[in-house]
Antibody, heavy 116, light 112 residues
């Protein structure tokens, strides 16, 4: 069974940093692109980042460019999102998902709250 | 950026009756590889999103056949042949044809 489990969320002050992890299982992790999608409280879905299967190519949404970095460790079947210079508007549940030009398997999400 | 526009934003339906949601993209979603990367997701209350349909009309594993997708170019439709109570939630269309990936605003399906 394909599973994703996000971790690393929490409360952080504006300007602070946080790293999310996503542990994947049930499929050949190194064969697939992976991505992050977020959802602010009571709002819709917003794409954040995608990384190629090898990790050599990354794609980021404009609101997070220069602040967030997506990476992966295929030896550990784990996806990461390093978030720096966090702002109040980054407050959201962050989901990781397998990407094949659609997001087909989603984790339960990790809540990130940016507040002083 | 490709803008995805869903209608309606809210859809009250009677159990057992059909429902339909439209999604329009600001430009064609046809890719140079011949595919059209339009997908539909369902988000039940308090749950993460779940993929229903990909590449316009392909049902994902485990999705009941009362869900179907259709369309081409810039106009797409998700249909539920007979709504059940478990279908309550918000439905999103999404395009993966080009970056940035974009979602529709969401359509809330509720029971009358």
């Amino acid at each position: 069974e394909v599973q994703m489990a996000e971790s690393g969320g929490g409360l952080v002050q504006p300007g602070g940093s946080l790293r999310l992890s996503c542990a994947a299982s049930g499929f050949t992790f190194s064969a697939y692109y992976m991505g992050w999608v977020r959802q602010a409280p009571g709002k819709g879905l917003e794409w954040v980042s995608v990384i190629s299967n090898s990790g050599s190519n990354t794609y980021n949404a404009d609101p997070v460019k220069g602040r967030f970095t997506i990476s992966r460790d295929n030896s550990k079947n784990t996806l990461y999102l390093q978030m720096n210079s966090l702002r109040a508007e980054d407050t959201a549940v962050y989901y990781c998902a397998k990407y094949l030009r659609h997001f087909d398997c989603w984790g339960q999400g990790a809540l990130v709250t940016v507040s002083s | 950026d490709i803008v995805m526009t869903q209608t309606p934003l809210s859809s009250p339906v009677t159990l057992g009756q059909p429902a339909s949601i439209s999604c329009r993209s600001s430009q064609s979603l046809g890719h140079s590889d011949g595919n059209t990367y339009l997908s539909w997701l369902q988000q039940r209350p308090g749950q993460p999103p779940r993929l229903l349909i990909y590449n316009i009309s392909n049902r994902f594993s485990g999705v009941p056949d009362r869900f179907s997708g259709s369309g081409a170019g810039t106009d797409f439709t998700l249909k539920i042949s007979r709504v059940e109570a478990e279908d309550v939630g918000v439905y999103y269309c999404m395009q993966g044809t080009q970056f940035p990936i974009t979602f529709g605003q969401g359509t809330r399906l509720e029971i009358k």
